[in-house]
């Protein structure tokens, strides 16, 4: 994952560690700078903070807080009982999202490293997890094959999305217009309408399932990884591949 200002790219693995690099933006490179280590198993997912202060990492044993800047741990969130699988933190940094793996989402906030809310949102485990720009709305996809989109004002279940007809691996939103959202399963990549939530195409480029999806920062492009080993670019308002 990138920062929102393009300076830090940070991974995790299954080793448990959590790598930072310096990011060139210029010349499309990185310098490593630093390894966190604190977790004791799997990592399966990271986020950061709109101000690239802080990382959020989850995984097996948990999740964990650390700063960037000065390069330390801060806290660890008491959540245990089930693995994090997915996290998403709200555009304002104050609230922070967990997709745990017997399906529920767990909301925190972030300064107080308090849990305030538990929603039950899906069957088996709860893949990804993405804000709209505004914060106003979070989505959430689980192995169960539904969509299902909240409003954060009061974390009641908005819609539900049922098109895909497997495990949903990943979605992404257009940061541009907040609008459109890409979801990622065995039967390719679905863009979809979040104000009418209608299906707007239908991309079916890959030859196995797609892992991973992203929107390029001006919401022009969106890049999909598969297990068929290819990464494929589309412009995000069309239907065909412009690389790959």
């Keep these: 994952a990138f920062s929102a200002d393009g300076t830090i790219l940070a991974s995790v693995g299954e080793d448990g560690r959590i790598n930072l690099w310096q990011w060139n933006q210029e010349e499309y490179t990185g310098d490593y700078t630093r390894t966190f280590l604190g977790h004791t198993s799997n990592l399966l997912s990271l986020a950061i903070t709109s101000d690239s202060k802080v990382l959020v990492t989850g995984g097996l044993d948990g999740i964990r807080v650390w700063d960037i800047r000065n390069q330390r741990p801060l806290y660890t969130l008491a959540d245990f009982d089930h693995p994090t699988y997915s996290l998403a933190l709200h555009p304002k940094a104050e609230t922070l999202v967990s997709g745990l793996k017997n399906g529920t989402i767990k909301i925190w906030n972030l300064n107080t490293g308090q849990p305030l809310y538990v929603i039950r949102a899906h069957q088996g485990i709860t893949?990804?997890?993405?804000?709209?720009?505004?914060?106003?709305?979070?989505?959430?996809?689980?192995?169960?094959?539904?969509?299902?989109?909240?409003?954060?004002?009061?974390?009641?279940?908005?819609?539900?999305?049922?098109?895909?007809?497997?495990?949903?691996?990943?979605?992404?939103?257009?940061?541009?217009?907040?609008?459109?959202?890409?979801?990622?399963?065995?039967?390719?990549?679905?863009?979809?309408?979040?104000?009418?939530?209608?299906?707007?195409?239908?991309?079916?480029?890959?030859?196995?399932?797609?892992?991973?999806?992203?929107?390029?920062?001006?919401?022009?492009?969106?890049?999909?990884?598969?297990?068929?080993?290819?990464?494929?670019i589309w412009q995000a308002n069309r239907t065909e591949v412009a690389r790959q």
């Design 127 to 232: 893949s990804a997890l993405a804000f709209t720009p505004n914060g106003r709305t979070l989505v959430s996809s689980g192995y169960d094959g539904k969509i299902r989109v909240w409003d954060t004002q009061t974390w009641q279940l908005k819609y539900t999305l049922t098109k895909h007809t497997g495990k949903i691996r990943a979605i992404a939103i257009n940061p541009v217009n907040g609008t459109i959202l890409a979801s990622a399963s065995r039967d390719g990549v679905r863009l979809w309408n979040l104000n009418t939530g209608k299906q707007i195409a239908w991309l079916t480029g890959h030859q196995d399932w797609v892992q991973s999806l992203a929107f390029s920062r001006d919401g022009r492009f969106l890049a999909t990884g598969g297990f068929d080993r290819t990464i494929k």
